[in-house]
């Protein structure tokens, strides 16, 4: 009530200050009634305005006591606008055995999530060797120290024909050598992650694929889709390539494992390799990929991954825009309903894993060791794991770089035995 006699007495105090300015029917002569009838308009604008402002407050208030108002309706997401705390609030729709659970609870686990995947979210079957087709042999070519290049072409699930660098060993054992799959991470726009694997370009892939074979393991690398050979100037970007998949009904991932599926099928196709010891080796993203898609292909006896791993918990949202654009190359649909962020790791097991970080780029949860180390010891294989989050780090790459040396003796330990040099 208040709020409408100060509206009521600006009223009044205007109208006498026109009627005072006007009185003898000529405001020219005098200014002084102008400069009284301005400051009497001003006074009456605020007047109204702080009115308005107050019983508009009033009745907001009065509005929110009732929780079927727009108070309650409109504001309270502005608490989570992102929705990363619908995230994180979503249950898992496959329960995880605790971490005391029997070893043959963990295994019935690790098949569940592996066929909900493969079947609801990949829809590909990763889990045995398929035949391989159209693969040709383009060329061949004696790099020195002791390793031979081979240029294939081979043909993905969806049709298209992908570049496969094969380097092996110029003197090979009578038996069969352990094969490696190479997965390059990120680059930058005028770079190829293929390059930096095979042509001992200084990167920080430190030329892995090539100082893999020089140790006498058969290695395979190709492009990532988006990427150097496959990307502009002739081809999109992979973060253009990445959103018009999940335009189309699938996601990068999937295409990604599936140039890699077509890269293992061609690795273990050769009669130089034991397709019973294929393993798979990565760096940042590619340590990423390494991992996820060992988790869906049983064939793969052996992962290493590098400047990757170190969270527990849900998949989180995104709550900050990015500086450009996001990396939808990250993106799996429908997966934070089935595992969280160790998970991936845990589909491995008991098979022998190993991550390596630098010291200035650490595993940034003391939580993710014990988890992985608690279920390999469950499994009865914890000498299968080999976690080291301290490396030295060069300031050139801080830590997120590929670790070849430590690489190479996870590799000798677990996949070759004697039978490599």
């Known amino acids: 009530m208040k709020y409408v006699a100060i509206a009521v007495l600006a009223v009044v105090i205007c109208m006498a200050a026109v009627r005072y300015c006007f009185a003898d029917r000529s405001l020219s002569t005098r200014l002084l009634s102008f400069y009284i009838l301005v400051g009497a308009l001003f006074c009456e604008a605020l007047v109204l305005s702080y009115v308005l402002l107050a019983a508009g407050d009033q009745i907001f ?4 006591d009732n929780p079927d108002t727009y108070e309650t309706v409109f504001t309270a997401p502005e608490s989570d606008p992102s929705g990363a705390a619908f995230i994180d609030s979503r249950g898992k729709t496959i329960e995880k055995p605790a971490g005391d659970a029997s070893s043959a609870v963990w295994r019935a686990w690790q098949d569940t999530v592996r066929s909900r995947l ?70 930058g726009d005028d770079e190829s992650g293929l390059a930096q694997l095979v042509l001992g370009v200084e990167s920080y892939h430190q030329s892995a694929a090539l100082v893999l074979a020089e140790a006498g393991f058969v290695t395979v690398a190709i492009e990532l889709p988006g990427f150097g050979l496959r990307g502009p100037p002739r081809y999109a970007d992979h973060r253009i390539v990445a959103f018009n998949a999940l335009l189309a009904g699938d996601f990068y991932k999937k295409w990604a494992f599936e140039d890699i599926n077509a890269a293992a099928n061609l690795l273990a196709s050769m009669p130089e390799t034991d ?3 294929i393993g ?32 527990i918990g849900t998949y989180h949202g995104m709550t900050k825009t990015p500086a450009k654009y996001p990396h939808y190359c990250h993106i799996v649909p ?55 989050g301290d490396m030295p780090a060069p300031e050139i790459y801080r830590g997120n ?5 430590e690489a190479i003796e996870f590799f000798r330990q677990h996949l070759a035995g004697d039978q490599q040099r």
């Open 275 to 277: 397709s019973g010891r």
């Open 334 to 388: 429908g997966a934070f309903e089935l595992l969280t962020r160790e998970d991936q790791f845990l589909l491995v097991a008991p098979r022998p894993m190993q991550g390596v970080r630098g010291g200035k780029q650490p595993f940034k949860d003391d939580r993710f060791v014990t988890v992985l180390s608690d279920v390999w010891r469950t499994l009865d294989a914890a000498d299968q794991l080999d976690l080291r």
């Open 61 to 64: 208030n009065a509005l929110s």
């Open 118 to 187: 493969g079947k609801s979210i990949y829809r590909t079957d990763f889990t045995t060797m398929n035949v391989l087709q159209n693969a040709q042999q383009t060329g061949e070519q004696n790099l020195g120290a002791g390793v031979v290049r081979r240029d294939f072409t081979v043909r993905n699930a969806r049709g298209e024909d992908l570049l496969a660098v094969v380097l092996l060993p110029a003197e090979r054992p009578a038996a069969p050598l352990a094969g490696i799959v190479v997965v390059a991470g990120h680059v």
């Open 401 to 405: 770089q590929l670790y070849t040396p």
């Open 280 to 311: 798979i080796l990565g760096v940042a993203f590619g340590g990423e990929l390494a991992v996820e898609y060992a988790a869906l292909d049983k064939r793969i006896a052996a992962v290493s991954f590098h400047a990757h791993g170190g969270g």
